[in-house]
Every structure is written in C-alpha cells, then in structure tokens.
C-alpha cells in the first residue's frame, strides 16, 4: 500500500467519524466539532488526490492542493460563524433552559 | 467566437465590494450605499441578459486571462442570465423595502440588526451570482459557502433565542450538505483531473467514482436546498427571519443549490444520470409538493404556511430530471424557479406589511384586512395567482412546457401531480383571502401608518411574477426556446377544464375551510409526521438513505457509456 493511499485512507475513516458524529450528536458543539473532523478528512483526500495525480517531475499536483487551502478558510469561517451563534444561543433564555432536541 | 465580457465579473465583484465598504463604514452608510448599488447591479445583470440573447456562444470571463483547465473562468448562458436578471429585481424589491424598518434609528450611532442587514445583503447577491455564474465545481463549492455565510445570520438578524436556534440549525445542515458537496469534487478531481464543468462532460467514462461522486454532491446540494424530507431547517429559518429576509432567502438562496444540481445533471452528465435516478428526484419533488402543501394548509400563521408553500414549490422544480430528454424541460424549470422567486419574495414582503400592521400574522385573525390595507392583500393575491398557475403568471408557461415535455416522453403521472399540488395551492391562497375579506371580529387599529414605497415594492414584484407568462413576446429568438412556444395554444390549455378544476376545487376547499373561526388544530397524523421528520438524527438518516438510494439508482441507469 502506497502512502498516498493510506493517507487517502484515513481520510475516509476521518470522514466516517465526522459523518457519524454530526447525525448521532446532540450537543451542539460536538456537531461542530464532528463537522471540523470531516473537514479534516476531506482534506486528506485532496492531499491523496494531489499525490496520485502528480505528473511533469512535480512531488505533487498543485491544484488539489490549492483547492485544499481555499478548503480550510471556508472550514475556519464555517467554525467561527457557527461557534458565534452557539455563543449568542447560549446566552439568550432558550439556551440557558437548553430543552431536549427537537424542533421549534 | 467570442462572448468574452468583463460584466461577468463585475457582477460578482460589485455587491462584494459594497458589503466590505458597508462592513467598513457602519449600517446608515451601507444603507445609502445601496441607492447606486441596487440601480448598478440590476444594470449589470440587464447589460449580461441583453448580451447573452444577442451572442451566439454562453458570454465568459477568464480571471487573469488565464483559460481552464489552469484559470478559473466565469460563464453565463440564457440560464445563468435569467437567474441574474431575477436575483437584481428580487434585491432591488427588498433593498427598497427594507428603507424604514431596517433603518439605523435617529439619535442612535449604530443599531445591531440595520448594520447586519446592510452587510450581509449584498454579500448575498455576490454569492448568488458567483453561483449562477460559476464555470467549475469547485468554484460552485466556494460560492454556495459565500451565499450560505451570508444567509444563515440573515435569520437571527432579530436575535432572538429562537431564531438563533434556526440559523444554527440551518447552518450546520447547510455544512452537512456541502461537505458531502465537497467528497464529491474530491472524487471527481481524483478521477479526471479537472472540475471545469465543459470539460468534464467530455471526460466522462461510467466509473464508480463518477456515480459515487455524482450521488454525494447531488444528495449535498439537496439539503442545502431544503427538499423533502430534508426540510428540517427550512421552515423555522424562513418563518423566523424579519420579512425582507424571508423574501431573499425563500425566493432566492434556495435557487442556488438547485441551479447547480441541473448544471450537474443536464452539463455535467448530459442526461446521462438514468430513468431510476431521475425518477427518484422527481419522486421526491412530487412528494414534497404534495407534503409541503398540504402542510402548508395546516399552518395557522401566515409566514409558516408560506414557508411550507416554499417546500412545495421546490418540489415542482425537480419534476424537470426525468424529461431532461426534451429542451423544453429545462425551460420549464428555470420558468417556474424565477416565477416562484418573483412571487413568493412578493408574498412575504406582502406578509410582513400586513403583519406591521395587524399586530400579529395568524390566519384567522386576517378578518378586515382586506378593507383595511388592500394593497398588501392584493401583492399577495397576485403572488397566490402565480404560484397556483392562472395565466398569465409564469407558472401557467412552465407548466405547460411540464405538462407538454410529459406527454412528449409519456410520463402524464407528472401532470396528475401537479393537478393536485394547484388544487391544495389555490386552496391555501384563497383561504388567505377568504379570511382578509372576512368581516374582522372587533374593528382594526392601524398600528403603523403605511409606507407607499414599501406597498409598491411588494406590489411590483407580484405583478411582475403574474404577468411573466408573457416572456415569450418579450424574448425573440432567444436560445431558451421561450420564444418558441405557442402560446395560442398554451393559453387555450390554461383555460381548459382540465387545467382549471383543480383551481376550482381548490377554491370550494377554502370556502369550507373559511367557515371555522378558530386556528386549524395543531394535530394529525401529517403534522406528526413532520415533526418526526424534523428531529435532527432523523433528518441526517434521511440524509444517508437518500444518498444511498440515488447511488444504487445509478448502478441501475440505462447503459449509456
């Protein structure tokens, strides 16, 4: 097994977890960690993709990895936005008397 | 063959730069700002329509003139144009109509909400039109992320626990969503070595991780765009949000996932998807037409039942996958998407004036508003003409390419849908009207005196969503095959029994309806089971089930590679 693959193997188990966690997880800001997870081994595939895909001489295609730091902002944002709302939701009534899940 | 032209990017570029100067400048600035902003965009997206119909190639851009696969290229066609066109008169509508209640206050530096709203607005507009405009699938990714950061705070602009309650929701099933998105273009890429979406199409060999990658991102856009059963974020979002709000985000960040679905579908894969793949989708749309309406019938608040009507009206968008084979398919659907962002940003901004007003927005305390503050009611009649499908409205055109392309392909159970879904729609707006010309219970206050901009806001684009079937004068020669149609011949079916009971029965069913006094109960079997929908665990599971079914669905497609 190259190590491109294993690589790209774990980040399918990475994917797993996230998957997973964000489905099963009740607590609000373990979805958000689950969801960081996932990030996590999407970006590891990429880095598996860059891999394989190298040609010209080059250690590894740009692109993928390209796409992966464009990847990593939207991730940060995506956490920063959602950890700002958890934060306000928290701190309003509803979530000091944080009922069990379910819809409004 | 050119079609090269910097509009393209200056419709991306503009909103995005007012955003980051209002960002800068505060929320009175970000208001005034939109006063050349709201003209300028709606320029632009007239100058890439007027464009797009006279080119004989889609108009495109190259950044930095490097060309895919190395640059990153803008693209529009008639499609992507329409889109533009509508986005700029749905801004225009809401930006007007947001002057007032969403202005800073007088004596106060800086007001929470007016900032918010100001920054976030066209921050909106610039990710809805880098994602009509989006050439690559990777390019798609960042632009829905754009639009998502910008309409998930649009929710909780009030900041209530609740609403911030539904943006969370919202967001981290949006993210659920473009992660599953974001696997898929990791497959692709892994596999072909470019995301460029004409490029794509004419790599394509029938692999596994094609069909894989295909069903993830497909299953990703479709809980971003809230179809059944993936709705569990959509009704406390759009219900919660202040008006203007509800009227961007139902009539428009909706859209966006689905326009890449089709640019998927019908670009990527070039119908290629399957009869069991597409008959999924369209079996899901039909269930979400006949689900949301019937839900939306039981709503006791106004916003809520548009809400649900909003979850029906997307279902009819993905009635188009299986007729994918006929052009007038697409056609239809693009027809029936801006009908529905036209009229259904109408029904809310009509909503809202009306709930200023009244003090509340339940259904059954509507008695005298009709009197009282016709122009809101009549905005919502003509947006309640458009959405059941009377002509001219632009759904009655794209039904009739729906229900001819049916024929065509001999699939008239997709009639038999939209039947019942006119019946139940026409059966909500007239109780809505029913109620607003009922006598009221104790006289009306006047809580607010009305504000004529903001009725002709809402009025305009209510007329413009009824008198949209006439597009086809409007556009000669234009590579839609808008200007194809017969519209003799559309006109005589929409006039037709068959295509007029449903409106009718619909109609007798208000009449009954209207004769309670009290709200509709708040129990049932259907109500339970969108409650049970709506719990989160569940909703992921339908995730995955969908996911899984669309994957297997491929497995069983025509052999077409």
Same mark, same amino acid.
Request: hydrophobic share 60%; charged share 10%; glycine share 10%.
């Given at each position: 097994m190259s190590t491109a693959t294993l690589f790209?193997?774990?980040?399918?188990?990475?994917?797993?977890?996230?998957?997973?966690?964000?489905?099963?997880?009740t607590e609000l800001l373990r979805r958000i960690v689950a969801f960081d997870v996932l990030g996590s081994g999407i970006f590891l595939i990429f880095g598996a993709v860059a891999r394989r895909g190298a040609a010209g001489g080059l250690a590894s295609d740009p692109i993928p990895q390209a796409m992966v730091i464009t990847g990593l902002v939207v991730a940060f944002a995506a956490t920063g936005v959602a950890t700002a709302l958890l934060l306000r939701l928290s701190a309003s009534a509803e979530g000091v008397a944080r009922r069990p899940e379910g819809p409004p | 063959m050119t079609g090269a032209t910097p509009l393209l990017w200056m419709a991306v570029v503009v909103p995005m730069l007012a955003a980051v100067v209002a960002l800068a400048l505060g929320g009175r600035a970000g208001e005034r700002i939109h006063l050349v902003l709201l003209p300028a965009g709606l320029a632009i997206a007239v100058g890439i329509a007027v464009q797009a119909a006279r080119s004989e190639v889609p108009l495109h851009y190259h950044l930095g003139g490097w060309a895919p696969p190395l640059g990153v290229a803008l693209r529009a066609d008639w499609a992507s144009a329409a889109m533009l066109l509508v986005t700029a008169a749905v801004m225009c509508a809401v930006g007007l109509y947001a002057r007032g209640p969403l202005g800073t206050p007088k004596g106060v530096g800086e007001a929470r909400a007016p900032y918010a709203f100001w920054v976030l607005l066209p921050g909106v507009w610039a990710g809805l039109n880098a994602v009509f405009l989006c050439a690559d699938l990777f390019s798609g990714y960042v632009a829905l992320e754009l639009l998502t950061f910008g309409a998930v705070p649009l929710v909780c602009l009030d900041g209530r626990g609740e609403t911030l309650d539904a943006a969370l929701r919202y967001l981290l099933f949006a993210l659920l969503g473009s992660m599953l998105y974001l696997v898929g273009t990791a497959l692709l890429y892994g596999t072909y070595g470019t995301l460029d979406i004409g490029l794509l199409s004419r790599h394509l060999r029938g692999e596994p991780a094609l069909w894989i990658a295909i069903a993830l991102m497909t299953t990703g856009l479709l809980a971003k765009t809230a179809l059944f059963p993936l709705h569990l974020w959509l009704p406390p979002a759009h219900a919660g949000a202040p008006a203007p709000a509800s009227a961007v985000l139902s009539a428009l960040v909706v859209k966006a996932p689905f326009f890449l679905v089709v640019r998927l579908w019908l670009d990527v894969l070039r119908g290629g998807a399957g009869t069991p793949a597409a008959g999924l989708l369209a079996a899901l749309g039909a269930a979400a037409i006949l689900f949301g309406n019937v839900l939306a019938l039981r709503q006791a608040r106004l916003k809520l039942m548009?809400?649900?009507?909003?979850?029906?009206q997307l279902g009819y968008l993905f009635l188009i996958f299986p007729l994918a084979a006929s052009p007038a398919a697409l056609t239809g659907g693009v027809l029936q998407a801006i009908n529905?962002?036209?009229?259904?940003?109408?029904?809310?901004?009509?909503?809202?004036?009306?709930?200023?007003?009244?003090?509340?927005?339940?259904?059954a305390g509507l008695g005298g508003a009709g009197r009282a503050h016709p122009v809101p009611v009549l905005a919502f009649a003509l947006a309640g003409v458009a959405l059941v499908g009377l002509p001219p409205s632009g759904a009655f055109l794209a039904?009739?390419?729906?229900?001819?392309?049916?024929?065509?392909?001999?699939?008239?159970? =997709? #009639? &038999?849908? @939209?039947?019942?879904?006119?019946l139940?729609?026409?059966?909500?707006?007239?109780?809505v009207l029913a109620r607003a010309f009922a006598t009221p219970v104790e006289p009306l206050v006047a809580r607010t005196p009305p504000a004529r901009h903001r009725d002709a806001a809402a009025l305009a684009l209510a007329v413009l969503a009824a008198l949209l079937g006439l597009a086809p004068l409007a556009a000669p020669g234009s590579a839609s095959g808008v200007s194809q149609v017969d519209l003799g011949k559309a006109l005589a079916y929409a006039v037709s029994v068959a295509a007029l009971w449903p409106v009718a029965a619909g109609a007798a069913l208000a009449f009954a =309806? #209207? &004769?309670? @006094?009290?709200?509709?109960p708040a129990r049932g079997v259907l109500l339970a089971l969108d409650r049970s929908l709506r719990q989160w665990p569940v909703a992921g599971i339908s995730l995955a089930a969908v996911a899984l079914s669309l994957g297997a669905a491929f497995l069983l497609r025509d052999a077409r590679w």
């Amino acid at each position: 097994m190259s190590t491109a693959t294993l690589f790209g193997v774990y980040g399918a188990v990475l994917v797993g977890i996230g998957l997973y966690g964000m489905i099963v997880q009740t607590e609000l800001l373990r979805r958000i960690v689950a969801f960081d997870v996932l990030g996590s081994g999407i970006f590891l595939i990429f880095g598996a993709v860059a891999r394989r895909g190298a040609a010209g001489g080059l250690a590894s295609d740009p692109i993928p990895q390209a796409m992966v730091i464009t990847g990593l902002v939207v991730a940060f944002a995506a956490t920063g936005v959602a950890t700002a709302l958890l934060l306000r939701l928290s701190a309003s009534a509803e979530g000091v008397a944080r009922r069990p899940e379910g819809p409004p | 063959m050119t079609g090269a032209t910097p509009l393209l990017w200056m419709a991306v570029v503009v909103p995005m730069l007012a955003a980051v100067v209002a960002l800068a400048l505060g929320g009175r600035a970000g208001e005034r700002i939109h006063l050349v902003l709201l003209p300028a965009g709606l320029a632009i997206a007239v100058g890439i329509a007027v464009q797009a119909a006279r080119s004989e190639v889609p108009l495109h851009y190259h950044l930095g003139g490097w060309a895919p696969p190395l640059g990153v290229a803008l693209r529009a066609d008639w499609a992507s144009a329409a889109m533009l066109l509508v986005t700029a008169a749905v801004m225009c509508a809401v930006g007007l109509y947001a002057r007032g209640p969403l202005g800073t206050p007088k004596g106060v530096g800086e007001a929470r909400a007016p900032y918010a709203f100001w920054v976030l607005l066209p921050g909106v507009w610039a990710g809805l039109n880098a994602v009509f405009l989006c050439a690559d699938l990777f390019s798609g990714y960042v632009a829905l992320e754009l639009l998502t950061f910008g309409a998930v705070p649009l929710v909780c602009l009030d900041g209530r626990g609740e609403t911030l309650d539904a943006a969370l929701r919202y967001l981290l099933f949006a993210l659920l969503g473009s992660m599953l998105y974001l696997v898929g273009t990791a497959l692709l890429y892994g596999t072909y070595g470019t995301l460029d979406i004409g490029l794509l199409s004419r790599h394509l060999r029938g692999e596994p991780a094609l069909w894989i990658a295909i069903a993830l991102m497909t299953t990703g856009l479709l809980a971003k765009t809230a179809l059944f059963p993936l709705h569990l974020w959509l009704p406390p979002a759009h219900a919660g949000a202040p008006a203007p709000a509800s009227a961007v985000l139902s009539a428009l960040v909706v859209k966006a996932p689905f326009f890449l679905v089709v640019r998927l579908w019908l670009d990527v894969l070039r119908g290629g998807a399957g009869t069991p793949a597409a008959g999924l989708l369209a079996a899901l749309g039909a269930a979400a037409i006949l689900f949301g309406n019937v839900l939306a019938l039981r709503q006791a608040r106004l916003k809520l039942m548009i809400a649900y009507s909003t979850i029906a009206q997307l279902g009819y968008l993905f009635l188009i996958f299986p007729l994918a084979a006929s052009p007038a398919a697409l056609t239809g659907g693009v027809l029936q998407a801006i009908n529905h962002a036209l009229a259904k940003a109408a029904m809310f901004l009509a909503a809202g004036l009306l709930a200023e007003r009244l003090g509340h927005d339940r259904v059954a305390g509507l008695g005298g508003a009709g009197r009282a503050h016709p122009v809101p009611v009549l905005a919502f009649a003509l947006a309640g003409v458009a959405l059941v499908g009377l002509p001219p409205s632009g759904a009655f055109l794209a039904k009739w390419f729906l229900v001819s392309a049916a024929a065509q392909t001999g699939q008239s159970w =997709l #009639s &038999r849908v @939209t039947d019942v879904g006119a019946l139940l729609t026409s059966a909500y707006v007239f109780l809505v009207l029913a109620r607003a010309f009922a006598t009221p219970v104790e006289p009306l206050v006047a809580r607010t005196p009305p504000a004529r901009h903001r009725d002709a806001a809402a009025l305009a684009l209510a007329v413009l969503a009824a008198l949209l079937g006439l597009a086809p004068l409007a556009a000669p020669g234009s590579a839609s095959g808008v200007s194809q149609v017969d519209l003799g011949k559309a006109l005589a079916y929409a006039v037709s029994v068959a295509a007029l009971w449903p409106v009718a029965a619909g109609a007798a069913l208000a009449f009954a =309806l #209207s &004769r309670r @006094t009290a709200d509709p109960p708040a129990r049932g079997v259907l109500l339970a089971l969108d409650r049970s929908l709506r719990q989160w665990p569940v909703a992921g599971i339908s995730l995955a089930a969908v996911a899984l079914s669309l994957g297997a669905a491929f497995l069983l497609r025509d052999a077409r590679w």
